[in-house]
């Protein structure tokens, strides 16, 4: 019987610990596990054998580790170990009368991904998937992917299976007590994912007791419907004189698992300490039990790995990061300024906003290339779900596989030729699709027409496998200046879709003032109008206040703010007396010393504006921003002021060269050019701290810094100092392994005959030693970097 | 961890880079930065450890530890000679920090900076808390402790955090990747060795920066104070 046939009818027991039994039978600390398939595959057999024996009907090949990284070095191919597991597993499993489903094993990499580490989503993919061929070919039953801690992990992982392998897939990941993973990704996150990508079975392994584990099975279970795997430790770890015990032994095991088969787990087994005595005493409680058919879900989530968003109230989706219309973001998206849109997102996310828009369409860039980077960076410092915003397939599909979770598409038409193309991305990427209700035809002026298309829309889901669920339905918003009549029809639309079709509703609520004077009043009133009709998601600039204290007073009034709790909570936090600022008195010129050195933004500015008035532009910089910083500079080098001193006075500085920017383009004058510079940690390093405040300081003396980011490949650096022409290039490296990519960067620099001085940085580097590789300048901190500026750049 | 982890201030100050002032002697606005930080910290760390044990002898290589293992150096040698045992370890403040840093660079950098050193104070102290709970579990009557010793240190190379990532399981245990640049992640993570001792031996070099190569180049050592 196949083995998801298998799974729906019965219980299905899986085996216990197989590092417990190799080290009772000799395994020593240190030893990889999976190289006793080739040294002691009589242990592994008995091993299989004793649980088969006790009553396992999944037993997990010897494979855990069965990586190209792990296994470096051990003395045999992956391809050895891995074709000899599954044999002694076979072997084992071939004179018992009932089928032995015989699972490939697979665990996490060992090393980190991006963007915690370095190891590329890409190559993780790649290391599984030799995992998988391999599993195919000497004949696994079945892949199961446990212990992870990282759910991009998964995620390669289970990309890896699914793209090559039609098996059955099971997958498992072990939470902490505080309910997240090492890397703080959330049960219902785990399980939104999970179920969206098609795996089988999802489950928790390892780490923690059946004790500890079984409220977090009882959140998981309300998270998903699909059959539930649990496989727990042997209690708690305690290292006594004698070696590891744990703290629950068989019978308590037991009875725990009596438990989780009451609750609705189907699958079961066990984890490190678990031994052939514990799953007899399982199997034999399991014959008892059929797997209970459990309500299937129906709410409409969508998540990042460490925060879940159901759409059960109204969420904002931010639509700042989107160029249109917008000078700064096209010239960030151009030069990849990411730290600018990164900014638009945390300033987002801070006013309000629970999911992002992300769009990178811009005609002179690689929108998907680009698409990819911004979802990887974002992710790095924001939790909120993203919508990958783009009418490009190409671009959709770049921005649906490097996301980690599960996040929305913006979008699709009625048009079969777009449903054919983007619906099956959806599917296999496991997303929630916006769907739009116009088609060949164009927008439908009337709502019963925008409805037939929402439906089309919905069937071609469903038609792909993607429950309604994960449809939200956009019924368009045209603009109330040139088409007043259809404003309605939106508003019709909405409730429309929302009585017939059962969907989510997404709107772009700021369309429909485009042409009126002070569109903030029309915005909101409009806002109010479609969230009455049933919007769900209105798609907005949440840095405008009005709109989101329009959306915290629809909670009250709706019923869903209960006891208003919310609402007054906030409008208590409105009611606080700002933070009071170190102010001085008055502010007066002379002053701007003193407001740059305590790093007193708002006074710097509104010194700065008193100088605009008096002096040029340049001067102000010169006279007096400068001295300033240089003053606070060598306090900093006689150590009476500290590095984040020295940056506050760094950014209050940035604030009067943004008045000043701002005063040049007004008077028609060009800009501050100082001249470029390119700052990077070198390739292998991820300490960018120190790289970072340098850029800080030195854009705040009026250069442009083209920051390259962490770990940067040596050609990335060439290329971009030969292509941006920039004459000088600073490297940070922090561990004196990585010393040598920044003397290999070095070489190649001068290798390629980039006529570019170099400065290098970092926490082990010498003068000396940047002298040895080839180095200009050595930049002990921040300040000496503005002075190599000020040598190279004048 | 059981015990509380308390920062020492100055310490924090003295890895802001001034090692000749103490908390009290810092502008009001950085004390408060710190406390402020100190604050945050506590609300981002899930501090955690691991430890073996193993007898230890001296080698041609360095040490050898039971099952095959071999710590690499003349440094870690000399650091446990006089050891017959002696534990590996791993702590870290884990993830969530990291990550609450690296925002902190787009949004307040100087926060940011001043946030790193408070989480490099406790990382030290997480670690002096282990070591203090693995005493109470591990050490004998008229045993102690070495200081602790970590790969990169002296001749040990760097890329010896492989062996205590495989020996300690650290990616399943405590949550600590390794790179291929043998980096540990999350940043605020520590591995070290420290051997037991039936009586400190008056001639071993002791002190966390008695082996660092950069020890008469350095701002923030101990050792210069």
Known sequence: MDFRKYMKENIVIFDGAMGTMLQQNGLKTGEIPEVLNITHSEIVEKIHRMYIQSGSRVITANTFGANELKLTGCGYSQRQIIQKAMEIAKSAAADCPHKIYIAQDIGPIGELLEPLGTLSFERAYEIYANQVFMGEEYGADLFLLETMTDLYEMKAAVLAVKENSSLPLVCTMSFEENRRTFTGCEISSMAVTLQALGVDAIGINCSLGPEEIFPLVEELIKWTDLPILVQPNAGLPSLEQDGLHYSVNAEEFTLWAEKYMALGVSLFGGCCGTTPEYIEKVAHLARGYKPEKRPEISFSAVCSPAKTVCIDQVRVIGERINPTGKKLLKEALRNRNMDYILQQGLSQQAAGATILDVNTGLPEIDESAVMRQVVKQLQAVLDCPLQIDSSDAKTIEAGLRAYNGKCIVNSVNGEDAVLDTVLPLIKKYGAAVVGLTLDNNGIPLKAEQRLAIARHICEKAESYGIPRRDVFIDCLVLTASAQQKEVMETIKAVQLVKTHLGVKTVLGVSNISFGLPNRELINRTFLTMALTAGLDMPILNPNIPAMMDTIRAFHVLSFQDINSKEYIAYQNTLAQPAEKLAEIPQTDVNDIDYAIAKGLKKQTEEITRQLLQEHDCLDIVNEYLIPALDKVGDDFEKGIVFLPQLIQAAEAAKAAFTVIKEAMSSRGESGIHKGKIIVATVKGDIHDIGKNIVKVVLENYGYEVIDLGRDVPVETVVEQAEKLQVPLVGLSALMTTTLKSMEQTIAALHQANIPCKTFVGGAVLTEDYAKKIGADFYAKDAKEAVTIAKKVLG | ?225
């Open chain 2, 1 to 225: 961890m059981q015990y509380p982890i308390k920062i020492d201030k100055d310490e924090v100050v003295r890895y802001l880079g001034c090692r000749e002032q103490s908390f009290a002697s810092v502008d009001k606005q950085l004390q408060q930065q710190i406390r402020d930080a100190i604050i945050q910290l506590r609300q981002l760390i899930q501090p955690k450890y691991v430890y073996k044990t193993f007898s230890a002898a001296v080698c041609p290589e360095g040490i050898s530890l039971d099952g095959g293992i071999v710590l690499l150096g003349k440094d870690i040698a000399h650091h446990l000679k006089s050891c017959g045992s002696c534990i590996l370890m791993a702590a870290t403040l884990g993830h969530q920090l990291d990550r609450e840093i690296a925002k902190l660079q787009l949004t307040n950098m100087s926060q940011s900076v001043v946030l790193n050193a408070v989480a490099i104070a406790a990382i030290e102290q997480v670690c002096d808390l282990a070591q203090e709970e693995i005493a109470c579990h591990i050490l004998r009557p008229g045993e102690s402790f070495t200081s602790r010793f970590s790969p990169g240190y002296g001749d040990m190379p760097l890329a010896q955090q492989y062996l205590f990532a495989q020996v300690l399981d650290l990616s399943r245990k405590v949550g600590i990747g390794v790179t291929e640049s043998f980096i540990l992640v999350p940043s605020k993570s520590v591995t070290a060795v420290i051997g037991i001792i039936k009586e400190l031996d008056k001639d071993m070099k002791q002190g966390k920066c008695a082996y660092c190569r950069l020890r008469d180049n350095c701002d923030f050592s101990r050792c210069q104070r």
